[in-house]
């Protein structure tokens, strides 16, 4: 487990690739509709930290701005 969120590490189990002559995503939306809420944001945050690396973890900007309403 990452000690970040409680999201476990991404690791890639090479014996459970398989070659598929198709794609056939059945079984993948299958997967999804049966896995927990708490398993797909887990999911996702993996993705963004794979894709973002270092930065995923950095704070965000926050900007705010107040704009005065024009009445017609």
């Given amino acids: ?3 970040d969120n409680d999201i476990p590490e991404l690791r890639l189990d090479r014996s459970r690739i398989r070659v598929l002559k ?3 995503d059945s079984h993948e939306v299958e997967y999804w509709r049966n896995s927990s809420t708490k398993e ?3 999911q996702i945050e993996r993705l963004r930290r794979q894709n973002y690396g270092p930065r995923a ?3 965000l900007q926050r900007v705010i701005r107040v704009v005065k309403r024009e009445w017609s």
Wanted: hydrophobic share 35%; net charge positive.
């Fill in 1 to 3: 487990m990452n000690k």
């Fill in 40 to 42: 797909r944001l887990q």
């Fill in 57 to 59: 973890t950095a704070r």
């Fill in 22 to 24: 198709g794609f056939d």
